[in-house]
């Protein structure tokens, strides 16, 4: 049974940059089955979609997000992880890892199983 | 991209059905198939309700269902139980190949 796990600080300082990683086990990070994702929630807020990797490479990322993000897989690892550059105090939120699904049409968009969230502030 | 649009909240009393709206686009929800569905207690992770068209992951109550027309997605619930009361989170795969939630919703059990 797949499960997901976050890790990372608790505290980043404005302008610096937020890294987590998700280890996964249960299941092969390899598999042509998934993509991984990273959601977050600010406080008292709802979802917002960061972006996806598959381990071949191929990532999406919100374009609202994509000039300060990296997500990548380290199949050695079964690990993937995220950057957030220049961190803000609007970046303050609970990080959630989460495997993407492959619906019946070939695209990967369903989140099925997800990590337990970790809480990251941003503030010096 | 912009969130999908939900109702802020609705309410039912046990053993009713209530339905939660889930509004985007042509490039979004009106496109293909592709609107999943998730609750949320508070303090917990979301949970995967429903995807591909009323597809259920194995121990969701079939009470769960879903329905979509034009550019609008619905989450029915019926036979409403005390533990249904939670946020509800729609979302979608975009024609950008990128993914997008609704604004939530929060479910109210009378």
């Known amino acids: 049974q797949l499960q997901l796990q976050e890790s990372g600080p608790g505290l980043v300082k404005p302008s610096e940059t937020l890294s987590l990683t998700c280890t996964v086990s249960?299941?092969?990070?390899?598999?042509?089955?998934?993509?991984w994702g990273w959601i977050r929630q600010p406080p008292g807020k709802g979802l917002e979609w960061i972006g996806s990797s598959h381990y071949s490479g191929s990532t999406h990322y919100n374009p609202s997000l994509k000039s300060r993000v990296t997500i990548s897989v380290d199949t050695s690892k079964t690990q993937f992880s995220l950057k957030l550059s220049s961190v803000t105090a609007a970046d303050t939120a609970v990080y959630y890892c989460a495997s993407i699904g492959r619906g019946s049409g070939w695209i990967y968009y369903y989140m099925d199983v997800w990590g337990k969230g970790t809480t990251v502030t941003v503030s010096s | 991209q912009s969130a999908l649009t939900q109702p802020a909240s609705v309410s039912g009393s046990p053993g009713q059905s209530i339905t939660i709206s889930c509004t985007g686009t042509s490039s979004d929800v009106g496109g293909d198939n592709y609107v999943s569905w998730y609750q949320q207690h508070p303090g917990k992770a979301p949970k995967l309700m429903i995807y591909d068209v009323s597809n259920r992951p194995s121990g969701v109550s079939n009470r769960f269902s879903d329905s979509k027309s034009g550019n609008t997605a619905s989450l029915t619930i019926s036979g409403l139980q005390a533990e249904d009361e939670a946020d509800y989170y729609c979302?979608?795969?975009?024609?950008?190949?990128?993914?997008?939630f609704g604004g939530g919703t929060k479910l109210t059990v009378l």
């Open positions: 979302s979608s795969y975009t024609s950008s190949r990128t993914l997008v």
């Open positions: 249960g299941g092969s990070i390899s598999s042509s089955s998934y993509y």
